[in-house]
């Protein structure tokens, strides 16, 4: 009996945490996200400083950046992009809820961006000029997400 008597009140502290969380409790999900645009961030950096001349091209370099942006780009994300966790109840993100509304653009996007960093990551190691060739279809897919589901910041 004294087992039941401490299981029914664990039951509903678990059932109570869990739907809290699920309820909108996203700061995994945003700081996740995050993360993994702040490593297409930190890569995408590094080539487009090369691209720019404002860093001396490095093919090894430049070869090992685009293929982590591919990785990156390619990797499954939807658990990081739960409904809710937008802006409009999230101080700490800038993702529009519009992004939920209209899901298969942003996927689109995303799509695009795998494409362009898969060309990125083939191209890359070729010279400055298929450097700053590739970049173009990258820096677009980014742009293209971020004008229609970011907010400024």
Known sequence: MSKLKLTIPMCVIAFTLSTGTQAGDFDSQIEARQSWMNLLGYHSGILGNMARGRMDYDA????A???????????NNASMWPMG????????????????????DAGQHLSDLASATKTLEMNAGNGLEALQASMKAVGE????CHRQFRAKR
């Not at 409009?88 to 899901?103: G, I, M, P, R």
């Not at 897919?141 to 293209?144: D, F, K, L, N, P």
Request: hydrophobic content about 50%.
């Open 65 to 75: 950046s685009a293929k982590n942006m591919a990785l990156a780009a390619q990797m």
């Open 85 to 104: 966790s937008d802006m409009s109840a999230n101080d700490n993100t800038v993702a529009k809820a519009e992004l939920w509304q209209n899901f298969a």
């Open 60 to 63: 090894d370099l430049a070869t």
């Open 141 to 144: 897919a980014c742009s293209g």
